[in-house]
């Protein structure tokens, strides 16, 4: 495991610190480390969400009314 040396600023070392004195995790190691999955997680969503809207973009525009849509939609 890779070893780093990182500095806080003393509100955000003030909230690490609570978080692990209310036996929320055991170091701010673990916390950190739960931070940055939860981090890349997101950016997965919003790396999926971006194709989703870049794809819906790039095929064009309706004029199919909006109930027609979710009918559609439904059936599929």
Known sequence: MARQSISFTDPNDEWLKKQVES????????????????????????DWLRLKIEKAENSGFTNDRREELLKLARNR
């Open 23 to 46: 036996k929320e995790y055991s170091s701010k190691s673990e916390l950190i480390n739960d931070l940055v999955r939860q981090a890349r997680s997101q950016q997965q969503q919003i």
